[in-house]
């Protein structure tokens, strides 16, 4: 029964493929005129200098890590360094992701430029579209090949404890992710902030324009935050949630083939988007934002045909197998409406941004409370939509899925399985998503390489309308990442807890379900364990905002006034007359964004495990829950706050109100929403990702710590 | 053995006649010439006009909410109508309180005016001080009479049921409390933002000029806001937290003495008040500051003395009543605790204030970024004071508490009535800190005065540095009014989880043991039901929040347009040759206010009932514990991010900075933090304890229908 785990290893090889094959084609393309290549070379060389120093302080901390891992639980538990292995290889594949998302965008920039200067918008948003294909198949590719890989590997060393190591992939993903994301985060809108303070405000030049000695900052801070950071979240996101639904599975002592199942789905769900991506209609287009919706619609469609066929293919009862399609179908389904509200909040087409707008008359402040006000509106339809989906799929699976160990308890747990699927088919089409999204930053890059450049004035019009349609997709790519990452994180706190129960029944050579028993009584909401942990819970995700959200203004500040004294010292600079020192700001920004990221990061980590550690594991089950139920929220809140400023400047300034008082109270709102959905909100999902992840790898160790020193304070009943 | 009560009950009614006593004294002071007392009357009237046309539009919607308790609850239940009485009268005090509030604050400001022009600060401070102990002592005084006097009678006539009585009193406390909040918030916020965009940004007048036509607006804001809003909070928290206690001690089975253990601490906290209030130094006062801090360290002192002397009067077990004496103490001593935590975030005598003006000098947008940055982060120092808190109270609950009726659990249940005690030393020393709160006020109301009368300069000295303190002791109050609630809506949500489960072995006619085993396996942070209820809770939050913050911006609009329409048409106002319509601005502040403050009202009744009766009685548990959890720790960020950038722009004035563009960032932040502070922040602690006192009251009924209809979805384990 293993067929299935095979296919999901070729057609993930197949993906790396196609996508090199596409970057061949668009390596191809021409990459412009000296110039440029000039200007795509130094953000090249800039964003390749930040991602290694990142990864050689990240180095240190992984190998730290991984020790651990192999002293507290692959030697206790006997599993020959297989955790250790996972944990690893899931850090470098995030790695890799971020370093991908990173050369194919530098590369592809100067050439999307040049092809809107000789082919036009068609052309220009061909190549500018594969480009980001070239990540979305390289992503999900590699994402399915190491899940389906390591599932038949590890199944082949240890027929009993592969579990834990799958989940130890994500653990490795998503750690690297967090810090990939606080770091580039950081960076990105420090430059960003502190190029258009010196540069737009008080210097009166036009954004990205190359006598602003923060430009190539900026566009730097695009590729290690925008681009790696995106790229390694989604790849993040896939690897957890669907090794997530491997280990429930597993948990839950179900048959083989559910697990084949979710390998089969995503699978197939690759194979759609090896047709969606082809998919784009690029000549005579004059909204490419339709041509792209249309793409993804067909591949979520597509994905949803292939989930019905291949549900006939596993040899369950058919009414099961049709059933947990059904749940997995709705969650694909789900990605198009939460771009829907995401739109809904965010565009200046609808009442919330234009509302926004109109207060922009008044004052900064009233812009301020009231783009603050529709970012905590627009979490509340996206969170009804995750309710929806945990009720119906959770009744799916209560329905549909044979559960029988867990006694009484069976079929109240089978119901979480349905969860599982859906969160499975939300992902699985994350190869168009990443695809749309890539292809934004790239746009925004080439737009830099064409003002930078100073190329012809029509030029400019074509990538500005593709940069435009690159913030949509930016924006609601963002409220499907946090969706994603919601019903992921719910599944695998479930999984947690069985974790934690099976650990301590192997510990205490017992049943699992007497041990279930009890520990289902102490896990209850009034236990002050339980609500101790979720108030650290919260304060988690306060304390790594405010980090974040402060090192941001901290950064700009330096980089502000590095700016202020190069135009200071070297007047010559804004008469095109000397050349400014680009290096030195690049380089302030890269140590101060590492200087940043630590301490936000390791708090993730340490945070979670002495709570475990000391305050017993059901304070550890209140702390992840206290993460999901404030962070996602938050997340939501932050992403959308931050998008509709952005629109509700873009929309003064299309009323040709630029340089208006109004104006520029819009550009304050735009300004502090910066910080909010590219560095904060973003941070959040890789933080309940890691807290779930670590949690459930280093469960072994805590349980045996919590049982030994006899550690069970406050709990309704203590485990045993 | 009800001799504590009886106590109480005299007490209460010597803390009312205290307060009329120094009522008359300060009504006998000099209310000031023609102009002073002319400005007093006319905002005198429009915070009449306003309180009793919000007590008109809540007295419908309370009497449909009575006859629902009357239907659904002590008919079915056979109670005499019991819990509608306690609804009612809870709810008239709260519109007592408020009114009183009122009154006494708009009375004492031309006389605390005259007193600064006449006696210099000692006797403006003596006046202020004693007006604000009126409204300490005699909202004590109310409070405790009501529920000891309820106690007593409610007891007479039933002695099985009169527990959910008492907690209908704080129901319906908080309910009225909840609207006051809100509509007053968003008028005084709105009047104040409207008066100053226009005044002091587009006019160029100062603060309270009498040229601008939203001048009184502005300061009947203050009134029915800050002070009858701040007035009904305390009153509302107090009661809250008193029948809380008493609501546990009966559903724990316990000995009669520790319900009146309750009673005798809070009536003791309430004699050491007495003492407290004549405390305050007057005579040759430099810092006012010093002398109130002096009076509340006495009275708590006092209190935890009279604590440990009154513990031996119980005639318990001296060990157990000690243990409890000391978590009661624990209580009032993290008052002192919280103040100063707030006062380093929001003080500029600090790090973060500082940091918050330092990034002035860069833009807006910093401001914005960095404040809200210190508010997430002064959030968690808090919430670690009110975990220490509950785990310790826990603790001495554990060992010191002998409940014997929950088999197994007794002892792990025994340990919520020491957070319980905890949470009442917190509240019993309310009266002191409301006297402080209330001096603010007054205060800012007699600068307003000296400043419209145009009195002299050196008079405005003495009623600024009040004034500037009464900000202080305002910004420390809410830290203090958000862990009181924090502490009580955890008491009370443990204690819901018991009446639910009586309610059910009532209806079943089964015993509570049974029940109880069952339903806190249903509880559990896993089952679906808690998690989608905690969801719909965080939900909630949120929109209660949003609703509020853009109420405040659309009034203010509002305002904006018709001050703006009063200085175009009547260009004399400005050259003191006409004078402005301050009738009408007055009007379209009540007006919105009124209109606004329904929906979100509305929506913190419908939602949990809703989620009660339709999801099950788990899913409103999780819904509860979800606005504790995220609404705790909003209220927080939002109450000192709104205090620190108020001071962080008192900090730039007072380096000289007034009319710099550094000056003009920093008054951005503090205009974004007034419905921060004032508004939506405040609004929060009413909410979360609307929605306990809610579930309790209505716990028979949802538990009713639930059983009726089946209704248990996605329950690990129904209701039987």
């Given at each position: 029964m293993a067929g299935f785990a095979l296919f999901g290893v070729v057609v993930g090889i197949l993906g790396v493929l196609y996508a090199v094959y596409l970057a061949r084609w668009v390596l191809r393309q021409?990459?412009?005129?000296e110039k440029m290549r000039f200007i795509s070379q130094a953000i090249a060389t800039g964003a390749r200098a930040y991602l290694f120093r990142q990864y050689k302080t990240l180095a240190v901390l992984l190998a730290v890590l991984a020790v651990l891992i192999l002293l507290t639980i692959?030697?206790?538990?006997?599993?020959?360094?297989?955790?250790?292995?996972?944990?690893?290889?899931?850090?470098?594949?995030?790695?890799?992701?971020?370093?991908?998302g990173m050369y194919v965008t530098t590369r592809s920039a100067s050439r999307v430029a040049q092809a809107a200067a000789t082919g036009g918008m068609g052309r220009a948003l061909l190549v500018s579209w594969r480009a980001g294909a070239v990540m979305g198949l390289s992503l999900a590719g590699i994402a399915l090949l190491l899940i389906s890989g390591f599932y038949l590997v590890f199944k082949a060393v240890t027929e009993e404890d592969w579990a834990v190591p799958l989940v130890a992939l994500g653990f490795g993903a998503s750690l690297v992710t967090l810090f990939m994301r606080v770091g580039g985060g950081i960076y990105t809108k420090a430059a960003d902030l502190g190029a258009d303070l010196v540069g737009k405000v008080e210097a009166g030049i036009p954004e990205d324009d190359p006598r602003n000695p923060g430009v190539i900052a900026d566009n730097v801070g695009d590729n290690v935050g925008d681009v790696a950071g995106m790229a390694a979240d989604v790849y993040e996101s896939y690897i957890v949630t669907v090794t997530a639904a491997i280990f429930l599975a597993a948990i839950l002592g179900l048959q083989a083939q559910y697990i084949e199942m979710i390998i089969l789905f995503a699978t197939l769900a690759l194979v759609a988007t090896f047709v969606?991506?082809?998919?784009?209609?690029?000549?005579?287009?004059?909204?490419?934002l339709s041509s792209i919706s249309t793409a993804i619609y067909a591949t979520i469609a597509l994905s949803v045909l292939l989930f019905f066929a291949g549900s006939f293919l596993l040899g369950l009862e058919t009414w099961r197998a049709l059933a947990l399609a059904v749940a997995t179908s709705l969650g694909a389904l789900v990605a198009p409406v939460i771009v829907k509200i995401t739109d809904y909040y965010t565009s200046y087409n609808y009442g919330p941004v234009r509302r926004i707008a109109e207060q922009a008359k008044i004052s900064p402040a009233t812009v301020i409370i009231t783009g603050y006000g529709v970012g905590l509106m627009s979490a509340i339809p996206v969170i009804a939509v995750i309710i929806a989906v945990l009720g119906v799929s959770y009744a799916i699976g209560f329905y549909a899925v044979p559960v029988t160990v867990f006694g009484?308890?069976?079929r109240y747990l089978a119901g979480i399985f349905g969860t599982a699927m859906a969160s499975v088919g939300l992902l699985v089409v994350a190869g168009i998503i990443i695809t749309a999204d890539s292809y934004g930053p790239v746009s925004d890059n080439a737009n830099g390489v064409v003002e930078m450049a100073g190329l012809p004035e029509n030029v400019r019009e074509v990538t500005d309308v593709l940069d435009s349609v690159g913030n949509t997709t930016k924006a609601t790519t963002k409220g499907y990442a946090i969706a994603s990452a919601a019903l992921a994180a719910l599944v695998l706190f479930i999984a947690l807890i069985f974790e934690i129960v099976h650990a301590a029944a192997k510990i205490k050579g017992m049943g699992m379900l007497s041990i279930l028993d009890n520990s289902l009584k102490s896990l209850q909401v009034i236990n002050p364990s339980v609500l101790i942990g979720a108030f650290i819970g919260v304060s988690l995700v306060y304390f790594f905002t405010s980090r974040t959200l402060e090192a941001v203004g901290r950064t700009a500040m330096e980089i502000?006034?590095?700016?202020?004294?190069?135009?200071?010292?070297?007047?010559?600079?804004?008469?095109?007359?000397?050349q400014p020192?680009?290096?030195?700001v690049v380089d302030i920004a890269t140590r101060r964004a590492l200087g940043e990221f630590l301490v936000p990061g390791l708090a993730a980590i340490i945070v979670p495990l002495l709570t475990g550690l000391?305050?017993?594991?059901?304070a550890l089950a209140?702390?992840?829950?206290?993460?999901?139920?404030?962070?996602?929220?938050?997340?939501?809140?932050?992403?959308?706050?931050g998008g509709a400023w952005d629109n509700a400047k873009k929309y003064v300034e299309l009323q040709g109100l630029k340089k208006t008082e109004m104006h520029k109270a819009a550009v304050i709102g735009d300004t502090v929403g910066d910080p909010f959905k590219d560095t904060s909100g973003p941070s959040l999902n890789p933080l309940i990702k890691v807290l779930n992840t670590l949690s459930v790898v280093f469960a072994y160790a805590i349980v045996f710590t919590n049982i030994a020193l006899g550690i069970y304070p406050f709990g309704l009943l203590p485990l045993s």
């Amino acid at each position: 029964m293993a067929g299935f785990a095979l296919f999901g290893v070729v057609v993930g090889i197949l993906g790396v493929l196609y996508a090199v094959y596409l970057a061949r084609w668009v390596l191809r393309q021409d990459p412009g005129n000296e110039k440029m290549r000039f200007i795509s070379q130094a953000i090249a060389t800039g964003a390749r200098a930040y991602l290694f120093r990142q990864y050689k302080t990240l180095a240190v901390l992984l190998a730290v890590l991984a020790v651990l891992i192999l002293l507290t639980i692959d030697l206790p538990r006997g599993i020959y360094g297989l955790t250790t292995l996972g944990f690893v290889i899931g850090a470098l594949g995030s790695m890799l992701a971020g370093y991908l998302g990173m050369y194919v965008t530098t590369r592809s920039a100067s050439r999307v430029a040049q092809a809107a200067a000789t082919g036009g918008m068609g052309r220009a948003l061909l190549v500018s579209w594969r480009a980001g294909a070239v990540m979305g198949l390289s992503l999900a590719g590699i994402a399915l090949l190491l899940i389906s890989g390591f599932y038949l590997v590890f199944k082949a060393v240890t027929e009993e404890d592969w579990a834990v190591p799958l989940v130890a992939l994500g653990f490795g993903a998503s750690l690297v992710t967090l810090f990939m994301r606080v770091g580039g985060g950081i960076y990105t809108k420090a430059a960003d902030l502190g190029a258009d303070l010196v540069g737009k405000v008080e210097a009166g030049i036009p954004e990205d324009d190359p006598r602003n000695p923060g430009v190539i900052a900026d566009n730097v801070g695009d590729n290690v935050g925008d681009v790696a950071g995106m790229a390694a979240d989604v790849y993040e996101s896939y690897i957890v949630t669907v090794t997530a639904a491997i280990f429930l599975a597993a948990i839950l002592g179900l048959q083989a083939q559910y697990i084949e199942m979710i390998i089969l789905f995503a699978t197939l769900a690759l194979v759609a988007t090896f047709v969606g991506v082809n998919l784009l209609k690029t000549s005579g287009v004059k909204h490419p934002l339709s041509s792209i919706s249309t793409a993804i619609y067909a591949t979520i469609a597509l994905s949803v045909l292939l989930f019905f066929a291949g549900s006939f293919l596993l040899g369950l009862e058919t009414w099961r197998a049709l059933a947990l399609a059904v749940a997995t179908s709705l969650g694909a389904l789900v990605a198009p409406v939460i771009v829907k509200i995401t739109d809904y909040y965010t565009s200046y087409n609808y009442g919330p941004v234009r509302r926004i707008a109109e207060q922009a008359k008044i004052s900064p402040a009233t812009v301020i409370i009231t783009g603050y006000g529709v970012g905590l509106m627009s979490a509340i339809p996206v969170i009804a939509v995750i309710i929806a989906v945990l009720g119906v799929s959770y009744a799916i699976g209560f329905y549909a899925v044979p559960v029988t160990v867990f006694g009484d308890y069976s079929r109240y747990l089978a119901g979480i399985f349905g969860t599982a699927m859906a969160s499975v088919g939300l992902l699985v089409v994350a190869g168009i998503i990443i695809t749309a999204d890539s292809y934004g930053p790239v746009s925004d890059n080439a737009n830099g390489v064409v003002e930078m450049a100073g190329l012809p004035e029509n030029v400019r019009e074509v990538t500005d309308v593709l940069d435009s349609v690159g913030n949509t997709t930016k924006a609601t790519t963002k409220g499907y990442a946090i969706a994603s990452a919601a019903l992921a994180a719910l599944v695998l706190f479930i999984a947690l807890i069985f974790e934690i129960v099976h650990a301590a029944a192997k510990i205490k050579g017992m049943g699992m379900l007497s041990i279930l028993d009890n520990s289902l009584k102490s896990l209850q909401v009034i236990n002050p364990s339980v609500l101790i942990g979720a108030f650290i819970g919260v304060s988690l995700v306060y304390f790594f905002t405010s980090r974040t959200l402060e090192a941001v203004g901290r950064t700009a500040m330096e980089i502000v006034e590095e700016i202020r004294r190069q135009f200071r010292e070297k007047p010559g600079i804004l008469e095109w007359k000397e050349q400014p020192d680009y290096a030195r700001v690049v380089d302030i920004a890269t140590r101060r964004a590492l200087g940043e990221f630590l301490v936000p990061g390791l708090a993730a980590i340490i945070v979670p495990l002495l709570t475990g550690l000391l305050l017993g594991w059901n304070a550890l089950a209140g702390l992840i829950m206290g993460a999901i139920v404030a962070g996602v929220p938050r997340a939501l809140l932050m992403a959308n706050a931050g998008g509709a400023w952005d629109n509700a400047k873009k929309y003064v300034e299309l009323q040709g109100l630029k340089k208006t008082e109004m104006h520029k109270a819009a550009v304050i709102g735009d300004t502090v929403g910066d910080p909010f959905k590219d560095t904060s909100g973003p941070s959040l999902n890789p933080l309940i990702k890691v807290l779930n992840t670590l949690s459930v790898v280093f469960a072994y160790a805590i349980v045996f710590t919590n049982i030994a020193l006899g550690i069970y304070p406050f709990g309704l009943l203590p485990l045993s």
